[in-house]
């Protein structure tokens, strides 16, 4: 598949989303699928350049210095958040949920100055790690954990910004035991090859095993859209290859994937945390590796429902371009088609947006606020 050929691909697409939308068909052609497309062309050409051998040197020299700040936090799990461009309004409540003494490191990957001085000011006093990027570019979600992975030997946590953790007792013991390769909520069982993968908005990730794996095999933590020639016998062991891989239908390995899959192979496991309500953790998912124009209606409708809750005049300017052409969350609710999945998606993040606001007012703050905004 050809970087062009990506490119025409990718400008259909976000036409017929942007005709979904509302846009004219003129102003779409003249100005929203150029800008767009151009946008995202530069940051498929800055991945590679995001990950150069000095730009690495700079970031883990600043991940290893965010490593110790958490480290002098004291003694429970210290968990990482990853704080990406146009996402305050789904991080700031996840934040607020965290319980207190957790130790928590903030990284910021690509957001802007005032997104970092706003999650600053809203949790002073928490490690914070900005790092070095190509202008209007993030590192990929699985850059980041390798470097991650590379200045640390003790166990860590990842935890995504739009994930959601309502009951505190699941930060109490995530610790993998010696033959597990990280820990993780929930997960999924692929048919082609029998086997159990986790879901990675929740990870606690055992460091020396999957350490390991990478410094062996030469793999980090990135998407693979083929396995490498050097796994390739490790991964047929467990019927992975020719087109098979963890999660069914899927055509590449995704972040963590690769790495989890060889620590499979060579009999670690995965361990998943028994006894958790399903109403104890909620994720919400894909805000953020999208441009807004390519989103469908109901990831418009999910940021109008999250501005709503976070009731905040800055991050609803800040972040208009994201629900244009839309003024409202009714105004996108009454656009989408609604079918039996789309109502189910809906209701879903209407039960979670109401959680999200009782413990709000439970605190007499709002999201948007920071530490206090939510009860413990």
């Known amino acids: 598949m050809s970087f062009a050929g990506d490119l025409v691909r990718g400008a259909r697409y976000l036409l017929r989303r942007l005709r979904e939308r509302g846009y004219p068909l003129v102003t779409s052609l003249a100005l929203h699928v150029p800008r767009v497309t151009l946008a995202r062309a530069w940051r498929k050409v800055a991945r590679s350049g995001n990950r150069v051998r000095a730009g690495r040197a700079v970031n883990r020299r600043r991940l290893a210095a965010l490593r110790d700040a958490v480290a002098s936090r004291g003694e429970p799990p210290a968990f990482y958040v990853i704080v990406v461009p146009g996402t305050l309004h789904f991080l700031l409540p996840c934040l607020a949920l965290l319980p207190p003494g957790l130790r928590v490191g903030l990284i910021g990957n690509g957001a802007s100055r005032w997104e970092r001085r706003r999650v600053s000011s809203a949790f002073p006093g928490w490690p914070f790690a900005t790092l070095s ?14 470097l991650l992975l590379d200045v640390h030997t003790e166990n860590f946590g990842v935890l995504d910004h739009d994930c959601y953790v309502f009951d505190p007792a699941i930060f109490a013991s995530p610790a993998p035991a010696a033959n597990d390769c990280l820990t993780a909520i929930y997960g999924g069982v692929g048919e082609r090859a029998g086997l159990a993968y986790p879901d990675t908005y929740f990870l606690f990730l055992h ?10 095999y030469h793999v980090d933590a990135r998407i693979y859209r083929a396995a490498p020639p050097a796994t390739q016998s490790t991964l047929a062991r467990i019927g992975l290859g020719n087109g098979v891989f963890l999660k069914d239908h899927a055509t590449f390995f995704d972040t963590l994937q ?52 976070a009731d905040d005049a800055e991050l609803r300017q800040r972040y208009r371009r994201r629900t244009r052409p839309f003024r409202s969350a009714a105004d996108v609710r009454a656009a989408i088609a609604m079918t039996p999945e789309a109502f189910a998606r809906l209701a879903l993040v209407d039960d979670l947006v109401r959680r999200l606001a009782e413990r709000c007012a439970a605190g007499e703050a709002t999201p948007a606020a920071g530490r206090r905004a939510m009860a413990p």
Do not use: N
């Open 133 to 146: 990027t190509l202008p209007g570019t993030s590192l990929t979600h699985g850059d980041v954990i390798t």
């Open 207 to 216: 460091a020396a095993v999957l350490r390991d794996v990478m410094a062996r």
């Open 258 to 309: 690769l790495v989890v899959a060889i620590a499979l192979a060579e009999g670690r496991q995965c361990q998943y945390l028994g006894g958790v309500r399903r109403d104890a953790i909620a994720h919400v998912g894909g805000t953020s590796w999208k441009t807004a124009e390519t989103k469908e209606l109901i990831d418009s409708y999910i940021d109008w429902r999250f501005l709503d809750l």
